[in-house]
Nanobody, 118 residues
Framework: QVQLVESGGGLVQAGGSLTLSCAAS????????IGWYRQAPGKQRELVAD???????TYADSVKGRFTISRENANNMVYLQMNSLKPEDTAVYYC????????????WGQGTQVTVSS
């Protein structure tokens, strides 16, 4: 089992910055990939960015050049630095991890709200 707890959401003006944090606990040794998804009202949940245990990253086209994902394996932390925020970045942001033991299991945090005002 892996537990994920997000923090750092809030209200920010367009053009501003926020940093989201995700603390992982439990069987963190089994995490292969960890990252951030978001879901805006009336829209499907979508990948924002993720990072593998080896450090390879993937970003949604809409956030490339503005968001940076990083991972501190020693502290079981993952961060999402969000710069140049836009109103369309408004969503609930979820930390998610894919763990591989005998099977592949995806875990989710409870989510944190990010609101960008115009």
């Amino acid at each position: 089992q892996v537990q994920l707890v997000e923090s750092g959401g809030g209200l920010v003006q367009a053009g501003g910055s926020l940093t989201l944090s995700c603390a992982a606990s439990g069987s963190t040794f089994s995490i292969a990939t960890i990252g951030w998804y978001r879901q805006a009202p009336g829209k499907q949940r979508e990948l924002v960015a993720d990072i593998t245990s080896g450090g390879s990253t993937t970003y949604a086209d809409s956030v490339k050049g503005r968001f940076t994902i990083s991972r501190e394996n020693a502290n079981n932390m993952v961060y999402l630095q969000m710069n140049s925020l836009k109103p369309e970045d408004t969503a609930v942001y979820y930390c998610s991890a894919v763990a591989v033991v005998r099977t592949i299991v995806r875990y989710w945090g409870q989510g944190t709200q990010v609101t960008v005002s115009s």
